[in-house]
């Protein structure tokens, strides 16, 4: 590695034709000048003509794409307007990924519709679509899909219909404009971009013979300094130049305001290609590259979140495989990261949970063929149960009004994922489901809301203790918080666990400590009692056993719980998930559970 200095201007900079192109990043200051559209464009068009990976997914010939229901002319800059396209009308046009961030007093409604089909004065829209109108008409585009205009938000119909297309409308849009730098959509994208505080700004001068000498303007352009080291990029053998606090400042990967709401990321990851104004750059982001329109940045396939491409392909033939097959199992991993990303991410509606994710379930469940329950696949039912809360977020989140059953990961707020995955060396299946149901809140929308849901498990139960109350200090919740149930004796030389001897003293006699995760805050309560529902015991090279399972505590019958009463039948025990856990040596002596009590037998119980 050497040390050098890389030198950027602004694109539309006086100084930008000067500097030469092997030792210049061209970072783009103004995104809506024209020059730095063009720019824009001409990568646009590139990607669309040389990229094969993009060719590849891309459902349809350039504008052959079927039109969605509504989309906005933006031929007239002065008068855009509303269009109710014919069925079966094709064409191409651009969508736009944008967080709302506060009410949109400008959104269509039946009492308005007729107005916008005349035309929209453009003052009375936020500055977000006016740029996203702006942006798509020098692109070269005619038609706009937005939200907030093309569907009818006074009315439930049109919302559940145009909803459960918009996979369709971003996959089949020719590109999307994200937004990523506005949190509202009154702030706009089109903003003046800041260089880096720590690069120097030095004056530019032309020489003489490019300005007139007797004119009293002179343009004087601005040049930055900043050091800079030199990467080399493994692909195509190319050397690309990213500097260490100048470039890389402009040009890093940045998903921006966009890359923190819910509803973006399905957006985001059914788009073949998407041009995103970030704080601090312009980016493209297809299915083969990230690169920074003007800068230097030029990532693989491999950098960024994108689908598989045995998921997006346009081929019949390669969008089925069954199960156990590596092809469906690395789809299905796919969608263990989504459900952590999405997971990450923020809703302003709790209810929106699984809707807002609903198009790329339907996407999945092409490949996949597997039927969708309430976030989890039937096929890998028994694996996609062991979901757990993230570590890094406190126990502090409430589980939120009902709109998934307990053992499904979108009944709980905060970031989820999969800890153990497929064992590499032995398994014994210590639980099985008899059956899983879900009762959708609309049966037309088989991605969509849910209203019950019910878990039918052969297993034994453990009873492994009561629980504290949760930390003042909001921190998550391990072993300290599990004491017996009551007081048994304890093993030979500790002593029994309780609130005042938290540490857990039976881990110095050869009970290792285990792993738990409370769901939510409410999960973790002082006179609620855990039993532990062993699923399997896995094997690792290098590893002793592993014994993983959920925790569940019993459902008060008091007719509280959706489409349930205590006159139903209750030949089962009903209980709800309430966290997870993961034991060394599948020891259940370290979850409290004491064998003077008893062995469980296998039974069935309902988890709700």
């Given at each position: 590695?050497r040390?050098?200095?890389?030198?950027?201007?602004?694109?539309?900079?006086?100084?930008?034709?000067?500097?030469?192109?092997?030792?210049?990043?061209?970072?783009?200051?103004?995104?809506?000048?024209?020059?730095?559209?063009?720019l824009?464009?001409?990568?646009?068009?590139?990607?669309?003509?040389?990229?094969?990976?993009?060719?590849?997914?891309?459902?349809?010939?350039?504008?052959?794409?079927p039109?969605?229901?509504?989309?906005?002319?933006?031929?007239n800059?002065?008068?855009?307007?509303?269009?109710?396209?014919?069925?079966?009308?094709?064409?191409?046009?651009?969508?736009?990924?944008?967080?709302?961030?506060?009410?949109?007093?400008?959104?269509?409604?039946?009492s308005?519709?007729?107005?916008?089909?005349?035309?929209?004065?453009?003052?009375?829209?936020?500055?977000?679509?006016?740029?996203?109108?702006?942006?798509?008409?020098?692109?070269?585009?005619?038609?706009?899909?937005?939200?907030?205009?093309?569907?009818?938000?006074?009315?439930?119909?049109?919302?559940?219909?145009?909803?459960?297309?918009?996979?369709?409308?971003?996959?089949?849009?020719?590109?999307t404009?994200?937004?990523?730098?506005?949190?509202?959509?009154s702030?706009?994208?089109?903003?003046?971009?800041?260089?880096h505080?720590?690069?120097?700004?030095?004056?530019?001068?032309?020489?003489?013979?490019?300005?007139?000498?007797?004119?009293?303007?002179?343009?004087?352009?601005?040049?930055?300094?900043?050091?800079?080291?030199?990467?080399?990029?493994?692909?195509?053998?190319?050397?690309?130049?990213?500097?260490?606090?100048?470039?890389?400042?402009?040009?890093?990967?940045?998903?921006?305001?966009?890359?923190?709401?819910?509803?973006?990321?399905?957006?985001?990851?059914?788009?073949?290609?998407?041009?995103?104004?970030?704080?601090?750059?312009?980016?493209?982001?297809?299915?083969?590259?990230?690169?920074?329109?003007?800068?230097?940045?030029?990532?693989?396939?491999?950098?960024?979140?994108?689908?598989?491409?045995?998921?997006?392909?346009?081929?019949?033939?390669?969008?089925?495989?069954?199960?156990?097959?590596?092809?469906?199992?690395q789809?299905?991993?796919?969608?263990?990261?989504?459900?952590?990303?999405?997971?990450?991410?923020?809703?302003?509606?709790?209810?929106?949970?699984?809707?807002?994710?609903?198009?790329?379930?339907?996407?999945?469940?092409?490949?996949?063929?597997?039927?969708?329950?309430?976030?989890?696949?039937?096929?890998?039912?028994?694996?996609?149960?062991?979901?757990v809360?993230?570590?890094?977020?406190?126990?502090?989140?409430?589980?939120?009004?009902y709109?998934?059953?307990?053992?499904?990961?979108?009944?709980?707020?905060?970031?989820?994922?999969?800890?153990?995955?497929?064992?590499?060396?032995?398994?014994?299946?210590?639980?099985?489901?008899?059956?899983?149901?879900?009762?959708?809140?609309?049966?037309?929308?088989?991605?969509?809301?849910?209203?019950?849901?019910?878990?039918?498990?052969?297993?034994?139960?453990?009873?492994?203790?009561k629980?504290?109350a949760?930390?003042?200090?909001?921190?998550?919740?391990?072993?300290?918080?599990?004491?017996?149930?009551?007081s048994?004796?304890?093993?030979?030389?500790?002593?029994?666990?309780?609130?005042?001897n938290?540490?857990?003293?039976?881990?110095?006699?050869?009970?290792r400590?285990?792993?738990?995760?409370?769901?939510?805050?409410?999960?973790?309560m002082?006179?609620?009692?855990?039993?532990?529902?062993?699923?399997?015991?896995?094997?690792?090279?290098?590893?002793?056993?592993?014994?993983?399972?959920?925790?569940?505590?019993?459902?008060?019958?008091?007719?509280?719980?959706?489409?349930?009463?205590?006159?139903?039948?209750?030949?089962?025990?009903?209980?709800?998930?309430?966290?997870?856990?993961?034991?060394?040596?599948?020891?259940?002596?370290?979850?409290?559970?004491?064998?003077?009590?008893?062995?469980?037998?296998?039974?069935?119980?309902?988890?709700?």
């Amino acid at each position: 590695m050497r040390r050098t200095f890389c030198i950027y201007t602004s694109s539309d900079d006086p100084a930008a034709s000067w500097l030469p192109e092997q030792c210049a990043s061209l970072s783009i200051a103004n995104t809506g000048s024209l020059r730095a559209l063009r720019l824009a464009k001409s990568s646009v068009d590139k990607c669309m003509r040389e990229h094969d990976r993009c060719k590849a997914t891309s459902l349809h010939p350039f504008g052959q794409a079927p039109l969605p229901r509504r989309v906005v002319d933006c031929s007239n800059l002065t008068r855009p307007r509303l269009v109710e396209t014919n069925s079966g009308a094709k064409g191409a046009y651009v969508a736009l990924s944008y967080v709302w961030g506060e009410d949109q007093p400008h959104r269509t409604t039946q009492s308005n519709l007729c107005t916008y089909v005349d035309g929209m004065n453009p003052e009375g829209l936020p500055q977000t679509i006016r740029d996203a109108v702006f942006v798509t008409r020098i692109l070269g585009y005619q038609f706009l899909w937005v939200d907030s205009l093309c569907i009818l938000q006074d009315s439930v119909e049109d919302k559940e219909r145009e909803i459960g297309s918009m996979r369709d409308v971003y996959r089949q849009a020719v590109l999307t404009i994200d937004a990523a730098s506005a949190a509202k959509v009154s702030e706009g994208f089109l903003h003046e971009r800041r260089p880096h505080p720590q690069a120097e700004a030095l004056p530019f001068i032309p020489p003489p013979s490019q300005y007139d000498r007797n004119s009293s303007s002179l343009r004087v352009g601005t040049i930055y300094l900043a050091r800079a080291q030199i990467c080399a990029r493994a692909r195509d053998n190319v050397v690309t130049r990213v500097s260490r606090c100048g470039c890389q400042w402009e040009t890093r990967l940045d998903s921006g305001q966009t890359g923190r709401r819910a509803w973006c990321l399905q957006e985001a990851l059914m788009s073949c290609r998407s041009l995103v104004f970030t704080a601090n750059t312009v980016q493209l982001r297809c299915q083969t590259a990230t690169q920074a329109i003007g800068g230097t940045y030029h990532a693989t396939a491999l950098d960024g979140a994108r689908l598989p491409g045995l998921l997006l392909s346009s081929d019949p033939q390669r969008t089925r495989a069954g199960y156990g097959s590596p092809g469906w199992t690395q789809v299905h991993q796919a969608w263990c990261s989504v459900v952590q990303d999405y997971t990450h991410r923020g809703l302003s509606e709790p209810s929106d949970k699984l809707v807002a994710c609903a198009g790329l379930a339907e996407e999945f469940a092409r490949f996949l063929q597997s039927e969708y329950l309430a976030g989890l696949w039937r096929d890998s039912l028994f694996d996609d149960l062991l979901w757990v809360r993230s570590s890094r977020e406190p126990l502090r989140l409430p589980r939120p009004l009902y709109r998934a059953p307990t053992w499904s990961w979108a009944s709980v707020d905060g970031e989820v994922t999969w800890l153990e995955g497929d064992p590499s060396d032995g398994l014994e299946v210590l639980a099985n489901v008899v059956g899983c149901t879900v009762t959708l809140q609309h049966k037309t929308l088989p991605f969509g809301q849910v209203v019950d849901g019910s878990l039918v498990l052969r297993a034994k139960l453990y009873p492994c203790g009561k629980r504290h109350a949760e930390r003042k200090d909001g921190g998550n919740a391990t072993i300290s918080p599990l004491v017996p149930i009551r007081s048994h004796r304890p093993l030979a030389g500790s002593t029994v666990l309780g609130p005042e001897n938290p540490r857990f003293p039976m881990a110095r006699f050869g009970v290792r400590m285990p792993f738990i995760q409370f769901d939510s805050a409410d999960d973790d309560m002082a006179d609620q009692c855990v039993w532990a529902v062993p699923f399997r015991r896995t094997s690792r090279m290098f590893h002793g056993p592993r014994t993983e399972g959920m925790l569940v505590g019993r459902v008060k019958v008091d007719g509280s719980h959706p489409l349930r009463s205590d006159t139903e039948s209750m030949s089962r025990q009903r209980y709800r998930r309430v966290g997870y856990f993961v034991v060394e040596e599948g020891d259940i002596r370290a979850l409290g559970y004491q064998r003077d009590e008893g062995r469980p037998q296998f039974e069935e119980i309902e988890v709700i």
